[in-house]
């Protein structure tokens, strides 16, 4: 391979990236003008996400080739587990809604199939194609959070939000994610390369789908 593998799964999801950037959500939570009804949608539906996201991680860690592989899978999801989890207690006590709201909470339709889509490559899938799956929620976070904390938004807990996700210590994780599907590629076939790209713009397309879910706060119609 010419270029490091992830530069390649940048460049074939890039027109969903650039509709990420430029969603409305994306855009007013920059600005500080996002509702806290949308926001606080999004806070609920990416806690029952992360619960699943964690699972796909330790998953993950099952089939790592390494000690150090499986060190980091560790790591990850009892960052997602307890970061995450205190991150979004958090934002949800300032939003007025208590731990148990947000246990209560039914997951919606994206929500749903995102997180279905990454358990069923965590179980049935190389840990390359595993790493491929879950890498864009990594990825896009980091992005955006850069992207909005270079102006940070006037709101102060948007402001947070964007700090959480452009931070050296999240930076770090997503280094590290991309160093793993860099090193896996070179002796993945062509075949399974192809999969990985495959996951990595499926949960790419998710990823928009989320964004999209929580600013129409989408529920099941029935």
Not at 147 to 158: E, H, I, S
Not at 173 to 196: N, T
Not at 204 to 215: G, H, I, T, V
Request: contains cysteine; glycine residues 4%.
């Amino acid at each position: 391979m010419s270029q490091p593998f992830h530069h390649a799964l940048r460049t074939a999801a890039q027109p969903i990236w650039d509709a990420i950037f430029s969603h409305p959500f994306v855009r007013e939570l920059g600005a500080g003008t996002l509702s806290r009804e949308r926001f606080l949608f999004f806070v609920q539906q990416d806690y029952l996400y992360l619960q699943d996201f964690a699972r796909a991680l330790c998953l993950g860690g099952a089939k790592a080739d390494t000690l150090e592989t499986l060190h980091m899978f560790a790591d990850h999801a009892a960052t997602v587990v307890q970061v995450e989890r205190n991150l979004h207690t958090n934002w949800s006590d300032k939003l007025g809604l208590t731990p148990q709201d947000l246990d209560h909470t039914e997951r919606a339709p994206v929500t749903q199939a995102y997180t279905r889509h990454l358990l069923a490559v965590a179980h049935s899938g190389s840990l390359a194609e595993i790493v491929a799956a879950v890498l864009p929620c990594y990825w896009i976070y980091w992005e955006v959070g850069k992207k909005l904390n270079a102006t940070p938004p006037t709101d102060p807990l948007y402001a947070e939000w964007t700090q959480a996700y452009s931070g050296e210590g999240f930076g770090a994780h997503v280094q590290r994610q991309l160093a793993l599907i860099d090193r896996l590629a070179q002796d993945s076939s062509a075949d399974e390369r192809k999969r990985c790209e495959e996951h990595f713009i499926q949960s790419s397309r998710y990823e928009y789908l989320f964004w999209e879910q929580a600013y129409r706060m989408e529920k099941w119609p029935v």
